[in-house]
């Protein structure tokens, strides 16, 4: 038993070291894609974000709990780097990309398909929809003055709903989208384990023109709330 503990520490321990690794990198993609979001038009004091796609992308790799903690990771970097909503927004920050991520990385676990990660991040933004909703209810009044919990209700079918419903809709295509090639990069340069799935050799057309389909939908309708349309 000594001996195949000596035999095998090793290897845990590099497998280890390459999963920090690659999750500290995911996560620093993850803040330069926030901070270039930041130049895309937003919704009154909304902004749409991309890092969820990055986050994704990483739990799809190395399970929910690494999305969670990358989630958190950028949200605390973003409140102490360039964020102006301070303790609050990284709440908000947090809790919308977990709501997303995590839900579309444990159905993707338990499903891993492709069909399983349509699924997963469907589910992902009806999560991300109905939370936010009752967190902007909660906490929105407590730092908009002006306005009252009964003007925040009454925004949240007219603003929260589609803006939520676009960003998320924006993060799933762009997922689905980017997920192979990124990849199929980090296991040519050993970060990744090779994939465990006969299902995930190649992206078929029709799957590849769903996604883009999604993708443009959802950026027009995002254009659309944002008024520049």
């Not at 090793?10 to 999963?19: E, F, G, L, V, Y």
């Not at 330069?32 to 890092?51: R, Y």
């Not at 009044?141 to 925040?152: C, E, H, I, N, W």
């Amino acid at each position: 038993m000594s001996a195949n503990t000596v035999t095998q520490s090793p290897a845990r321990s590099k497998m280890d070291t390459k999963t920090i690794t690659s999750l500290a990198m995911l996560t620093g993609i993850a803040y330069v894609v926030m901070l270039v979001s930041k130049l895309m038009p937003g919704v009154m004091f909304l902004d749409f974000d991309f890092k969820d796609v990055v986050i994704c992308i990483g739990g799809f790799t190395f399970g929910p709990m690494a999305a969670a903690i990358m989630s958190i990771l950028v949200a605390f970097i973003e409140m102490i780097t360039v964020s102006h909503t301070g303790p609050i927004g990284f709440i908000m920050n947090a809790l919308a990309t977990c709501a997303f991520c995590c839900t579309a990385c444990y159905v993707y676990k338990k499903k891993h398909t492709k069909s399983g990660a349509v699924l997963g991040l469907s589910l992902g933004v009806v999560c991300l929809v109905v939370v936010m909703l009752l967190w902007n209810y909660l906490i929105t009044p407590l730092y908009m003055t002006g306005f009252s919990r009964a003007d925040v209700a009454a925004m949240l079918p007219t603003l929260f709903l589609p803006f939520n419903l676009a960003k998320g809709g924006m993060n799933m295509a762009a997922t689905l989208l980017l997920y192979k090639p990124v990849v199929t990069t980090m296991r040519k340069a050993g970060l990744v384990p090779p994939s465990q799935s006969s299902q995930e050799k190649k992206l078929n057309a029709g799957f590849l023109l769903f996604s883009l389909a999604l993708l443009a939908t959802f950026v027009v309708f995002a254009l659309v709330l944002a008024g520049v349309i």
